[in-house]
């Protein structure tokens, strides 16, 4: 049986400003149900009610996929947002950076709002290197295979973690790992009402921290750090931005 694969995105504003982002990678038997799931978030979504709302549909090329891994998951469960933080900062040490580049990579992050993209952010010049700071740079072409997505619903169910946040930010994440010359991530959500977020890598998995800012900000994004002793600049972006990369398997949860 031949399955036609398509990409779906949606991305949704307000007065022109950023509410919603989001993508899926489905069969073609699945395009009218993940259409209608995208844009009832953009129009549920806890930063308001989208006045605008942009949907690209686009077969994909089966030749033109990669699968990757999954980072694995851990949960860190702390009790604010400032142990969090705590934990999160020896997360990134542990990865390489050193005290003063991961306080940097904070600070960056605690002054974010709005971004469409993340912030790559470059540790031995300590540069920001997107063309649009404003933006921000775009990881796109990323989803769970079609094969493993119902085993992925009942693995993150049995943890507690099904929802679009974890399942979205894991494959996200899994890609930006496996990006030539990344070396990690630190993220937490602008949504108002989400306040875990994750560092990650590849020696670290995907490691959740349960509280990464006060209930109720609007403040949050993602920072992308980058090795350029590692791979080239161009080579990263565009294997972030145009890649069609899909996760082969459930990762394990711990
Ligand atoms: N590429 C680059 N940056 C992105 C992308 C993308 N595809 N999508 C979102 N961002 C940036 C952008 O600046 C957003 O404003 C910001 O990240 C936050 O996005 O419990 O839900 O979708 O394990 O609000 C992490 C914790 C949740 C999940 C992250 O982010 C968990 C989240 P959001
Ligand atoms: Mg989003
Ligand atoms: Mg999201
Ligand atoms: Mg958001």
Same mark, same amino acid.
């Given at each position: 049986?031949?399955?036609?694969?398509?990409?779906?995105?949606?991305?949704s504003?307000?007065?022109?400003?950023?509410?919603?982002?989001?993508?899926?990678?489905?069969?073609?038997?699945?395009?009218?149900?993940?259409?209608?799931?995208?844009?009832?978030?953009?129009l549920?979504?806890?930063?308001?009610?989208?006045?605008?709302?942009?949907?690209?549909?686009?077969?994909?090329?089966?030749?033109?996929?990669?699968?990757?891994?999954?980072?694995?998951?851990?949960?860190?469960?702390?009790?604010?947002?400032?142990?969090?933080?705590?934990?999160? %900062?020896? $997360?990134? @040490? /542990?990865? +390489?950076?050193?005290?003063?580049?991961?306080?940097?990579? #904070? !600070?960056?992050?605690? &002054?974010?709002?709005?971004?469409r993209?993340?912030?790559?952010?470059?540790?031995?010049?300590?540069?920001? %290197?997107? $063309?649009? @700071? /404003?933006? +921000?740079?775009?990881?796109?072409?990323?989803?769970?295979? #079609? !094969?493993?997505?119902? &085993?992925?619903?009942?693995?993150?169910?049995?943890?507690?973690?099904?929802?679009?946040?974890?399942?979205?930010?894991v $494959?996200?994440?899994?890609?930006?790992?496996?990006?030539?010359?990344?070396?990690?991530?630190?993220?937490?959500?602008?949504?108002?009402?989400?306040?875990?977020g994750?560092?990650?890598?590849?020696?670290?998995?995907?490691?959740?921290?349960?509280?990464?800012?006060?209930?109720?900000?609007?403040?949050?994004?993602?920072?992308?750090?980058?090795?350029?002793?590692?791979?080239?600049?161009?080579?990263?972006?565009?294997?972030?931005?145009?890649?069609?990369?899909?996760?082969?398997?459930?990762?394990?949860?711990?």
């Open positions: 049986m031949k399955e036609d694969l398509y990409s779906i995105k949606m991305r504003t307000r007065n022109t400003k950023h509410i919603s982002g989001a993508e899926r990678i489905i069969l073609e038997k699945d395009m009218g149900l993940s259409v209608k799931q995208l844009i009832t978030r953009a549920g979504h806890s930063k308001g009610k989208s006045d605008f709302i942009n949907i690209k549909i686009q077969n994909i090329v089966k030749q033109d996929i990669e699968y990757i891994n999954p980072l694995d998951i851990r949960t860190v469960i702390t009790n604010d947002y400032f142990e969090g933080r705590e934990c999160a %900062l020896k $997360a990134l @040490k /542990k990865n +390489g950076l050193s005290a003063e580049t991961s306080h940097l990579v #904070f !600070n960056m992050l605690k &002054e974010c709002r709005t971004m993209g993340a912030i790559l952010f470059e540790i031995n010049s300590r540069e920001r %290197l997107e $063309a649009d @700071k /404003k933006r +921000g740079v775009r990881v796109t072409n990323i989803d769970w295979s #079609f !094969n493993v997505k119902q &085993e992925l619903d009942k693995a993150l169910a049995r943890a507690n973690l099904n929802n679009s946040h974890v399942k979205e930010a $494959a996200l994440a899994s890609k930006v790992c496996s990006a030539p010359g990344i070396i990690a991530e630190l993220c937490w959500s602008d949504d108002p009402d989400y306040t875990a994750y560092v990650a890598s590849k020696d670290l998995g995907y490691m959740r921290i349960t509280k990464l800012k006060p209930f109720g900000s609007n403040n949050g994004g993602r920072v992308f750090c980058f090795d350029s002793s590692k791979a080239s600049i161009e080579k990263c972006i565009e294997y972030l931005q145009e890649k069609i990369t899909l996760v082969n398997r459930v990762p394990v949860i711990n």
